[in-house]
C-alpha cells in the first residue's frame, strides 16, 4: 500500500472513531465529501495543511495520522473536553449526556461501566 492510502485508511478509521459522518467531516473541513472520500481511498493525498488543521480541529495526533506512530488521539483532554463542550451535534449530546450520567454514579456504578469498557476494548482487540 502506498502511504496516500495508508493515510487514507487511517483518516476514514479516525472520522468513524469520532462518530461523525462523511458529509459532517467535510463540512467541518470544509470541503466536498467527494474530496474527502477521495483521500480515505488513497486516490487524492492529504496535504500538510489539511492534516494540521485536522489534528487541531479533531484532536487528532498528527504523528498517527501521517505515519500511523502513537496513538489516534492527542492526550490532551482538557482541550478536548471544551471543544466537546462548545459543540451541539446529535453524536456529541450523546456523550455529554453519558457524562452527566457518569457524574452521578456510585461507586459500585463505577466498577460496573469500567467492566463494560474492558470487554469492549478486548472486543475491538480481538478483530
Same mark, same amino acid.
Given at each position: 500500500?502506498?502511504?496516500?492510502?495508508?493515510?487514507?485508511?487511517?483518516?476514514?478509521?479516525?472520522?468513524?472513531?469520532?462518530?461523525?459522518?462523511?458529509?459532517?467531516?467535510?463540512?467541518?473541513?470544509?470541503?466536498?465529501?467527494?474530496?474527502?472520500?477521495?483521500?480515505?481511498?488513497?486516490?487524492?493525498?492529504?496535504?500538510? &495543511?489539511?492534516?494540521? @488543521?485536522?489534528? &487541531?480541529?479533531?484532536?487528532?495526533? @498528527?504523528?498517527?495520522?501521517?505515519?500511523?506512530?502513537?496513538?489516534?488521539?492527542?492526550?490532551?483532554?482538557?482541550?478536548?473536553?471544551?471543544?466537546?463542550?462548545?459543540?451541539?451535534? &446529535?453524536?456529541?449530546?450523546?456523550?455529554?449526556?453519558?457524562?452527566?450520567?457518569?457524574?452521578?454514579?456510585?461507586?459500585?456504578?463505577?466498577?460496573?461501566?469500567?467492566?463494560?469498557?474492558?470487554? @469492549?476494548?478486548?472486543?475491538?482487540?480481538? &478483530?
Amino acid at each position: 500500500m502506498t502511504q496516500e492510502e495508508l493515510r487514507g485508511e487511517r483518516l476514514r478509521e479516525f472520522r468513524i472513531a469520532l462518530g461523525i459522518s462523511l458529509k459532517e467531516f467535510s463540512s467541518r473541513m470544509g470541503v466536498t465529501s467527494a474530496a474527502i472520500a477521495a483521500v480515505e481511498y488513497g486516490t487524492n493525498s492529504l496535504t500538510e &495543511k489539511n492534516m494540521r @488543521y485536522i489534528c &487541531k480541529e479533531f484532536n487528532c495526533n @498528527y504523528e498517527w495520522l501521517k505515519n500511523g506512530n502513537g496513538e489516534m488521539f492527542k492526550d490532551d483532554w482538557v482541550e478536548q473536553f471544551r471543544k466537546l463542550m462548545e459543540n451541539d451535534d &446529535k453524536n456529541t449530546l450523546v456523550i455529554k449526556n453519558i457524562i452527566k450520567t457518569l457524574l452521578h454514579c456510585n461507586t459500585a456504578e463505577i466498577q460496573a461501566i469500567n467492566t463494560i469498557f474492558k470487554l @469492549y476494548n478486548r472486543t475491538k482487540e480481538a &478483530k
